[in-house]
């Protein structure tokens, strides 16, 4: 055993961030995190991801949150751990390409806030759409890692992974992070892929996946033996189905070898208790609906990421079309193909999802084609793998396929933080305000309302207190 080079695997727990987000629709609040965070901040996690993905827009439309209030307080209380967030490219936190002023300053202020490691994707691995992020990540001094969204396909080959990684590299990521959303990569293709990435580019790998086909933890065990640095789980309570692999099972797993994660699984039990409880809760208020945590073969069938097929259930439940969904499950793969095969991940999944819906409820492909098919059909998301199926091309755009964009999309943009700041500077009461407006413009005005009615409610108290009508 001396011989053996210790290369000890680090974690990142997903609990805070993607977890609750895959099993109980992100609906964790800030009040419940903080309990724990000062037990969390001892454990010896790589990170802790907390922020971005979907956590953003469900404080403030469904948790009458603040999510930089969140943040500030999450970074109050890990004192040693490095805090991650997850950021959607061009896309930010939204679901359309923004200006590259709004995407700087979101990267400004978010790391100006506490984040220390942004994870950067784009959902058609348009690498174009990486860059202004990345760059500013950079220039922030924050940690810019950039996540490839993992997919099969022809095209999808090692080459084009290496390929891809390479560019990454040379744009001037600090690490790289293998986005597996729908649990498609098993074992022995993790193998190769890690393999490939580690001889194409110097940077640190991690892994990300999700437990809904039922092959995660293996594929985490092939990936870590063939150099994989860092993977993502989620403390048990949160684990499994359509989150991650749970925390001390990886750790015991691959505890004594020469990847020991120097891990405490007795501290771990401890973080473990704190949220079996809401585990609970979430299942006896129908928050955490079982389903979501079987193994649901399908998605290796039809490549479908465990949030996409909830959100297609919910569409047809709407329409009482339930009848509908084998043929719409079907349908994915025809239109994933008609696009361009994109990998399904936000927002190309739910893009991709809704129109298959369209065409299966229609009874006719395309009659009807939703904004988002336009803008992917125009080239306003990016570019594809592949081309896309010119007689859909015809269908759906017509002589609008003249004006298709074969640039990046951002660069055909003007600038836009004067003109939102302009548009919400009545409601404004801290720089990062205008950003929340600028990714959910109708919500965070909502909430800005709210926000002023709660602080009138509160001011009202004070002056009572003050004129004797509350005891003190």
């Known amino acids: ?260 994660t120097g891990l405490d699984n007795n501290q771990l039990a401890e973080i473990a208790d704190y949220f079996r409880p809401m585990r609970e809760e979430a299942i006896a208020s129908g928050l955490l609906n079982p389903k979501v945590l079987g193994v649901d073969i399908q998605t290796l069938l039809y490549q479908v990421p465990g949030g996409m097929l909830s959100n297609m259930v919910s569409q047809l439940k709407e329409q009482n079309a339930e009848d509908k969904y084998e043929e719409v499950l079907k349908e994915i793969p025809r239109v994933r193909k008609d696009l361009g095969e994109p990998p399904l991940v936000t927002p190309s999944s739910q893009i991709v999802g809704t129109q298959a819906v369209f065409n299966v409820l229609m009874g006719e492909r395309y009659k009807v084609a939703t904004k988002e098919t336009k803008d992917v059909l125009l080239g306003k998301y990016g570019q594809t793998v592949k081309p896309f199926n010119p007689e859909v091309v015809d269908k759906v755009l017509g002589e609008e396929k003249k004006n298709a964009i074969t640039c990046r999309y951002a660069d055909l943009l003007e600038p836009e933080l004067d003109k939102l700041e302009a548009e919400m500077a009545q409601y404004k009461q801290q720089d990062e305000d205008v950003l929340s407006y600028a990714l959910f413009p109708q919500v965070a005005m909502d909430f800005f309302k709210y926000r002023e009615a709660q602080q009138t409610k509160i001011d009202a108290k004070v002056a009572d207190t003050k004129n004797g009508a509350y005891p003190v």
Not at 41 to 59: L, M, P, R
Not at 121 to 135: E, G, H, I, P, Q
Not at 168 to 189: F, N, W
Request: charged content about 25%; hydrophobic content about 40%; proline content about 3%.
């Open 1 to 260: 055993m001396s011989d053996v080079v210790k290369k000890p695997l680090k974690i990142t727990e997903t609990v805070l961030r993607d977890a609750h987000q895959s099993l109980i629709a992100t609906r964790m609040t800030t009040e419940q995190m903080l309990p724990i965070v000062d037990k969390m901040d001892k454990i010896g996690y790589h990170a802790v991801e907390c922020w971005g993905g979907a956590t953003f827009d469900a404080s403030l439309r469904f948790l009458k949150e603040d999510p930089w209030e969140r943040l500030r307080k999450l970074r109050d209380g890990f004192k040693n751990t490095k805090l991650q967030m997850l950021f959607r490219g061009q896309n930010i936190l939204g679901y359309r390409p923004y200006a590259d002023d709004v995407v700087e300053y979101f990267v400004q202020k978010s790391i100006a806030n506490g984040i220390d490691i942004i994870r950067i994707f784009d959902c058609l691995n348009d690498v174009r759409n990486l860059k202004t992020a990345v760059s500013a990540c950079n220039k922030e001094k924050g940690h810019a890692q950039v996540a490839l969204s993992y997919t099969l396909g022809d095209a999808y080959t090692l080459d084009y992974w290496m390929e891809t990684a390479k560019k990454v590299e040379e744009m001037g990521a600090d690490s790289l992070c293998i986005k597996d959303m729908a649990g498609l990569l098993v074992p022995a293709k993790a193998t190769e892929l890690v393999q490939a990435l580690k001889s194409a580019t110097s940077l640190p790998i991690e892994l990300h996946t999700h437990y809904t086909s039922g092959v995660a933890s293996m594929t985490y065990m092939k990936a870590v033996e063939a150099g994989c640095d860092i993977i993502d789980t989620a403390i048990s309570p949160f684990a499994l189905g359509t989150s991650q692999p749970a925390t001390e099972v990886m750790v015991e797993a691959f505890k004594g070898t020469e990847f020991d």
